[in-house]
């Protein structure tokens, strides 16, 4: 494997530096306590899900406590603690070596050339991380400031380091060496903490002033499910020829909403316009400073639930995070990642179990699912590689290759069907718990997947299939019985042209929840819905009903000229 050498590399230049500081192996081995601590996560992160602790698995250890931890980990917490233990005489007994073996103890003119070595790569890495490097390819550098060059603590307008002069060493390499790798992790937490708190700064004193229309004591509950990167047209439920749908297709009380699209094919941007009251032209930018439904339920006098399947720490997934810490109880469930090995869906079984089983009479739960995101054989459990051939088993697909367009669509199908089945258990739950309870669902984006003579896949490509996205809502009878109206709504808009917009205004609204300047006319479950302008992401803000589909891709293009981003 080719990343191997330069982790290698970087192994042998860490071990060096600290051996050449201390001298005596004995001297720095206190300073791997936290290493030999970690160990044991780190091990069972790799037998497990294929990876080490990452930014992601450090924020779900510190948002745990023990007690959730133990349950998580059930059977496995013996295993774990047995390495602790195996690990913990490991460190007694190096450390005892290191202390009875006066070889190690380096000394001498080798050390001290050692020593003037490394002090020379950190000068010059160090330079080079301050102001630039000069590569063969780029443009002379000679009139650029420092700003333009990057200067971090100096200021100074110095010149780019050379390109020859550049230690061979990557920043990449050194997360993913041992145990070294763990302080940049550190870091890249602590950064991406504080990225977070500089978000939730823009929206902390942010209040909608809600409240329910008739304040009451009767229980009801309200489950938000958010898909992930799942298209309309591959589902049954909405005239797809095979079955991926089986269960959902059996619910009395399901309405599929058949005209729903997102305004943007990312779920850092599009999920915040479905929660809050983003405005999809607005999705392309960093913040809102305004807080999302969740907070709107708490002011209603409803507890609230972030349960997720999702990563909670990355570029990519910060800006969602920001919004599920305003919920009263925020558990990230997946310790594997996105294209590796990861926890099914139904991992959000047992949180979802407790939180209906929590006493409050009044909640609103947010279950955020894996759904169909790459790999998609990954997505689901052997019982339901239904259509063959697949890509299940296949460790690390070359999704690139249109050789493999048929086990790719296959699995992605087998992943709907996965899905159907989830939803199909969290409905159950909800119908044994025996309340007035409804659950919305909607998919943050769709897939294009090779279709036709399509030569792209997977999503940011402006095409039809990214920007059309199943949704639908079930209601219980207890519901229909409390909010008769609301449910007649829904059946009238099954059919309307809605968008991921109108999702924070109808989620509002099942509740019966109002605030000052709240817009009914943007609820699809009142009388009041109007049809309004919906925007997409493609070549600028194109009005999606204003606009051509071209080629195979299904790119949308617009007839005049879209507005600009």
């Avoid at 110095?158 to 990557?170: I, V």
């Avoid at 929206?203 to 499910?225: C, I, K, L, W, Y």
């Amino acid at each position: 494997m080719p990343a191997a050498w330069p982790v290698l590399g970087v192994e042998i230049v860490a071990w060096t530096t600290v051996w050449a500081l201390f001298g005596r192996p004995a001297w720095f081995h206190w300073l791997l306590i936290p290493a030999f601590m970690a160990l044991p996560t780190e091990i069972y992160l790799l037998v497990f899900y294929g990876q080490g602790i990452s930014t992601h698995h450090l924020g779900i250890l510190a948002e745990t406590s023990p007690m959730e931890a133990m349950e998580f980990l059930g059977s496995k917490v013996w295993s774990m603690l047995a390495i602790m233990g195996l690990v913990a005489i490991w460190w007694v007994l190096a450390f005892r070596a290191a202390r009875q073996s006066p070889d190690l103890h380096w000394q001498g003119a080798s050390r001290w050339t050692a020593l003037g070595l490394l002090a020379v790569f950190g000068a010059l890495a160090a330079y080079g991380w301050e102001f630039g490097t000069a590569r063969a390819s780029a443009p002379p550098a000679s009139a650029a400031t420092s700003a333009e060059r990057g200067a971090h603590l100096t200021g100074l307008a110095l010149p780019p380091l050379p390109g020859w002069a550049e230690p061979p060493a990557r920043f990449d390499a050194f997360i993913d060496s041992w145990p070294f790798g763990l302080v940049a992790r550190g870091v890249d937490f602590y950064r991406e903490r504080r990225y977070l708190a500089a978000l939730n700064e823009t929206s902390r004193n942010f209040r909608f002033g809600a409240h329910q229309a008739v304040p009451d004591d009767t229980p009801e509950t309200v489950v938000m499910v958010l898909g992930e990167s799942s298209r309309r047209d591959r589902w049954s439920l909405f005239g797809y020829a095979r079955a991926t749908n089986p269960l959902l297709a059996q619910e009395p009380n399901l309405v599929p909403l058949n005209d729903v699209i997102t305004s943007v094919s990312a779920t850092r941007l599009s999920v915040p316009v479905i929660i809050s009251r983003k405005p999809a032209r607005q999705s392309l930018e960093d913040g809102f400073n305004e807080k999302s439904f969740l907070t709107a339920y708490k002011e209603a006098g409803f507890k609230t639930w972030w349960l997720s399947n999702q990563i909670s720490f990355g570029k990519f997934d910060t800006p969602v995070s920001v919004f599920a810490r305003e919920a009263d109880v925020v558990q990230f469930t997946n310790l594997g990642g996105f294209t590796n090995r990861s926890n099914f869906d139904e991992v959000l079984f047992e949180p979802l179990r407790l939180a209906l089983a929590d006493k409050t009479p009044k909640k609103l739960i947010v279950l955020h699912s894996l759904g169909s995101h790459w790999n998609y054989s990954q997505r689901h459990p052997k019982a339901f590689d239904k259509w063959q051939p697949s890509l299940f088993g296949i460790d690390k697909p070359v999704y690139t290759d249109l050789a493999i367009k048929p086990q790719l669509n296959n699995s992605y199908d087998n992943s709907i069907l996965y899905s159907d089945w989830f939803l199909a258990q969290v409905i159950g739950q909800l119908k044994a718990s025996g309340r007035a309870a409804a659950l919305l669902y909607v998919a943050d984006h769709g897939q294009t997947l090779y279709d036709g003579d399509c030569k792209f896949a997977f999503h940011g490509h402006n095409t039809q299939h990214e920007f059309r996205v199943p949704a639908f809502m079930w209601y219980s009878e207890q519901y229909r019985e409390r909010y008769p109206r609301k449910v007649k709504e829904l059946h009238r808009h099954r059919k309307a042209r809605l968008a991921t917009e109108n999702m924070f205004h109808t989620l509002l609204d099942v509740a019966d929840i109002r605030y000052p300047d709240d817009r009914l006319e943007w609820s699809f479950v009142n009388g009041a819905w109007k049809k309004h302008t919906r925007y997409v992401d493609s070549y600028g803000w194109t009005d999606y009903d204003n606009a051509s589909v071209r080629g195979d891709c299904r790119e949308i293009i617009a007839k005049k000229p879209p507005r600009k981003r």
